[in-house]
């Protein structure tokens, strides 16, 4: 299945997304923000095709911050990336406008929403000749 790198400063939110996609078969690693997702990036999870973020993760980066380091750098053109918020829905509308996030899904979400969002955003499409 995918590699995914879950991010969040939410421990118990955290663990239940590893817990949802390791039951999907998925390689899941996860940061508690968004410097550690970086970190992450370079080192264990280099080849992830999925990265799920937190919008508001205190303190540093946001979520939004996040997605558009990895997209300026380039370093990860594989990385789909999908936007997590309870909160700030503007964050994520930007982020969508921009093309730095591929989708959002809105917290609280039931885990067949994520299983949902993981699988459109990690299987390959068919090519349109």
């Known amino acids: 299945m995918a590699k995914i790198l879950a991010v969040d400063d939410d421990t118990n939110l955290l663990r239940m997304v ?3 996609l390791e039951a999907q ?3 899941v690693h996860y940061a508690a923000n968004g410097q550690k997702a970086l970190e992450a990036l370079e ?3 280099h080849d992830a095709t999925l990265m799920i973020t937190d919008m508001m993760m205190p303190p540093g980066m946001t979520g939004l911050e996040l997605a558009r380091t990895i997209r ?3 370093q990860h053109p594989q990385l789909k990336i999908l936007a997590l918020t309870a909160m700030n829905r503007d964050l994520v509308e930007a ?3 921009e093309k730095v996030f591929d989708e959002g899904l809105p ?3 039931e885990p067949e929403e994520l299983i949902a969002a993981v699988k459109r955003l990690t299987q390959p499409t068919a ?3």
Do not use: C, S
């Open 18 to 20: 590893v817990v949802i």
């Open 107 to 109: 917290k609280p979400f």
């Open 127 to 129: 090519d349109l000749a």
């Open 72 to 74: 300026q750098g380039h």
């Open 43 to 45: 080192g264990t999870a």
């Open 95 to 97: 982020g969508l406008n």
């Open 25 to 27: 078969r998925h390689e």
